[in-house]
């Protein structure tokens, strides 16, 4: 005989029913996620890190790294952790990768030019001119690569080695006529670091006039002018400056340097003192005057920077257009502030200061 199912049974089953069907339930909404998972959830292997920059060199750099820890470093993984560092702004780190690349590539012109370029900004003279001589030997007679390769090596031997630097420079003339016709006479009229790097100061080539100056040992001149390019270079100027200074207080041109030094670095009334030496020494000198009368102006005293120029000018009239630019100057300044009289800055010819 069948009994029927008492209450609490009743309630068992209809709760045992309810429980498998939430877990059925439960089943099918998680099974498309176990065996299909969610895009951010699936796990893949490294992705080889290509030749394009996708503008995060940092994230980029992590995938190589990572590829590298898996798998080794290989020279096309260095070189393209090399080309992220400089892409990241970090050339010494650039160069580091691309010097393990370049020795199983010795022959690749293009990683030897990067190294170069790189060695230049850097100022590692030494390996810059080793790098750029290796690439010579690669690079054809018509390569434009190589007159800037024989530009920069001529540039950087010409202190050094004045008859190769001229070599390499007649040789890159034809791409570079009017810089190696300022830095030629230099090199093959004498032997001096100074003259050299002088010329190299004319064509704003900051770095290597810096280099060549280094090279003139003792020479208090190359030192004010090292200074001063330093300066100009963002780089402090005033050991060298000091020094040049030490050994030759009575130089007019040593003086002016430590004038424009001092200007550079914001020191007007120094710059001014040390003009006014300058000046003093060399009483004949109109460019002279006319810097007094720019240090006077920076100092704020107006009517004796205009005596000065208007002095330096009747000296030497080519120098007229320093004083046209002062009272440009002066005349744009007031009428930005609307208080302009051009009748009180018309030039007074009468007046002559005494040197």
């Keep these: 005989m069948i009994r029927p199912f008492s209450r609490t049974a009743s309630r068992t089953v209809s709760r045992a029913a309810l429980l498998l069907t ?27 890190v290509s030749e394009t920059r996708s503008g995060r060199p940092l994230q980029a750099l992590y995938q190589v790294e990572a590829q590298a820890a898996r798998d080794g470093w290989t020279p096309d993984r260095l070189r393209l952790a090399g080309d992220l560092w400089r892409e990241a702004g970090d050339l010494t780190r650039a160069v580091a990768y691309w010097e393990r690349s370049s020795k199983a590539n010795p022959a690749d012109a293009t990683l030897l030019r990067d190294r170069a370029r790189a060695y230049l900004e850097l100022a590692r003279w030494a390996d810059a001119a080793d790098a750029l001589d290796h690439l010579l030997s690669l690079l054809p007679d018509d390569s434009t690569e190589r007159a800037w390769a024989q530009f920069q090596l001529g540039s950087i031997r010409a202190a050094t080695d004045p008859a190769q630097a001229a070599d390499l420079l007649r040789a890159a003339q034809p791409t570079y006529p009017a810089q190696v016709a300022v830095l030629l006479p230099a090199l093959t009229s004498s032997t001096d670091p100074t003259r050299v790097g002088i010329a190299l100061m004319d064509l704003k080539l900051w770095a290597y006039a810096e280099l060549a100056f280094s090279q003139a040992e003792g020479d208090p001149l190359a030192l004010a002018y090292g200074g001063w390019v330093r300066d100009v270079q963002n780089k402090d100027g005033t050991r060298w400056i000091d020094t040049a200074v030490a050994l030759a207080p009575d130089s007019a041109q040593v003086r002016l340097l430590q004038g424009l030094h001092l200007r550079l670095v914001y020191d007007y009334a120094g710059s001014l003192d040390a003009i006014i030496q300058s000046t003093a020494l060399d009483p004949e000198n109109a460019a002279l005057y006319a810097e007094l009368g720019a240090a006077y102006r920076l100092t704020g005293d107006l009517p004796t920077a205009e005596r000065w120029l208007q002095y330096a000018v009747s000296l030497d009239d080519r120098l007229q257009p320093q004083l046209d630019a002062f009272y440009e100057g002066e005349i744009t300044l007031l009428d930005n502030l609307g208080l302009v009289d051009e009748a009180a800055f018309a030039p007074n010819t009468a007046l002559t200061p005494e040197p």
Aim: glycine share 0%; hydrophobic share 55%.
């Design 22 to 48: 939430a877990v059925v339930l439960i089943c099918v909404l998680l099974l498309p996620q176990i065996f299909h998972p969610p895009q951010n959830l699936i796990v893949r292997p490294p992705v080889e």
